[in-house]
């Protein structure tokens, strides 16, 4: 029994080694960003539109992808952090603006992390306050482990697996392929486009795929985790896979909503959708979303702030990171932990916050236009970057994304007035 239990121990080392060695900065940033809002916003895109919208978020890995490429371009050409980079090219006001949008853009996506843990303790009975209080503890206690970046990262790779439950529902539900063929279909009729509520959709599943945030948390991470241009090939394999199982998990999450529709279910607001998935679907798949969910929204909670960080640690020229000892880097530690405190608190006075959600998604995609641009911009700078510089075509294709994602985003707002 000896030897098997050491056998079995030796296992899952050499398991967990080699998890760790495939997965890191890329992997984690693209399981963040299906966070709570994300995933529910996914839910209402199926409920709503039906198929309408798969085949958008399957060809949403794209951009997603290409556009976080960059930020290893920039890692590993400078060795710097965009945050630091931005100020050093563009002016302390350019960085500041930046960051306060970042901000902004932040405190909206706590709101619906917070309002979702907050929902699934309601339906088990647990008090608002003690749920988001729990959040919070987990979030000020991961700086017990600060001095070494790889120990917070083992922590957050085990959050992220809990995430691709969602992928059950690919098992639970199924996939329709004539209705997804019919679906794709659709995307090349003009008449689509007519629809106000399918605008509004895609650009908040666009808000909800790339955000700001990822951003500066990418570039920064490569760099704290150390990570040479040896790595480059590697790190662009794992933000592949991460693009692809993210938009998978979108995809799941819209297969969910247009189950709960045919099923007379809700997806208005993170409790009435709760309480649908358990209803309909039962308490097994009840309680395996609300893992799911609480999974994806303290991750999201980790990594967004360790994004903001990042950045105003490097435009106010501090250490930053989690390989530096809280002693060594208290700016960075403080306003990890600061930024936070807001959104729990509007949660805990207002419990109807995530009906915004489809809002906040929107204003994502047009806030993700000014970082987008100037990554863009640094990313072509040989100077800056060597031989990690993108070409002019793919810089002009980027640019064009861009400005389509900002003008979607615009139209969408305007239309939703």
Not at 34 to 48: E, F, I, N, R
Not at 103 to 124: F, N, Q, R
């Amino acid at each position: 029994m000896l030897a098997v239990s050491n056998k079995l121990a030796k296992t899952l080392r050499s398991t967990g080694g080699r998890i760790r060695s495939i997965l890191g900065p890329g992997w984690l940033v693209m399981l963040a960003d299906v966070d709570a809002p994300s995933l529910l916003t996914a839910m209402q895109s199926g409920y709503y539109l039906s198929y309408l919208m798969i085949p958008w978020l399957i060809l949403l890995t794209i951009p997603l992808y290409f556009t976080q490429e960059l930020t290893i371009r920039l890692a590993l050409g400078s060795g710097r952090g965009i945050g630091e980079i931005i100020k050093d090219r563009y002016g302390k006001r350019a960085a500041l603006s930046s960051l306060l949008l970042m901000m902004l853009i932040d405190g909206a996506a706590y709101l619906g992390e917070y309002a979702s843990v907050a929902a699934v303790g309601l339906t088990l009975g647990i008090p608002v306050i003690a749920s988001v209080l729990i959040i919070l503890t987990l979030h000020t206690i991961i700086i017990l482990l600060s001095g070494s970046y790889r120990r917070i990262e083992d922590i957050l790779l085990l959050l992220s697996t809990l995430i691709l439950v969602y992928l059950a529902a690919f098992i639970v539900i199924g996939l329709n392929p004539t209705a997804l063929y019919e679906s794709t279909e659709l995307m090349f009729n003009p008449s689509s486009y007519s629809n106000v509520s399918y605008i509004g959709l895609l650009a908040a599943n666009i808000g909800a795929a790339i955000m700001p945030w990822m951003l500066y948390y990418q570039s920064s991470a490569i760099v704290d985790k150390g990570l040479k241009p040896s790595h480059y090939t590697h790190e662009r394999f794992e933000t592949a896979v991460g693009a692809a199982i993210s938009e998978l998990l979108m995809v799941a999450g819209a297969l969910i909503g247009y189950g709960l529709r045919i099923k007379g279910g809700s997806v208005d607001g993170f409790l009435n959708t709760l309480r649908s998935i358990r209803l309909i679907m039962g308490n097994y798949w009840f309680y395996a979303a609300s893992v799911g969910l609480i999974a994806a929204a303290t991750l999201a909670v980790f990594v967004i702030s360790m994004g903001f960080a990042y950045g105003l640690g490097e435009y106010l020229g501090e250490p930053s990171g989690f390989r530096y000892r809280f002693r060594n880097a208290k700016v960075f530690y403080l306003f990890y932990l600061i930024e936070v405190i807001p959104a729990a608190l509007l949660v805990l006075l207002s419990r109807n916050l995530a009906n915004t959600i489809i809002d906040i998604m929107i204003f994502n995609s047009i806030a993700l236009s000014v970082p987008l641009i100037l990554l863009i911009r640094l990313t072509s700078d040989r100077r800056l970057v060597g031989s990690y510089a993108i070409g002019r075509v793919r810089a002009l294709a980027l640019y064009a994304t861009a400005i389509l994602i900002l003008v979607l985003g615009v139209y969408a707002a305007v239309s939703s007035l």
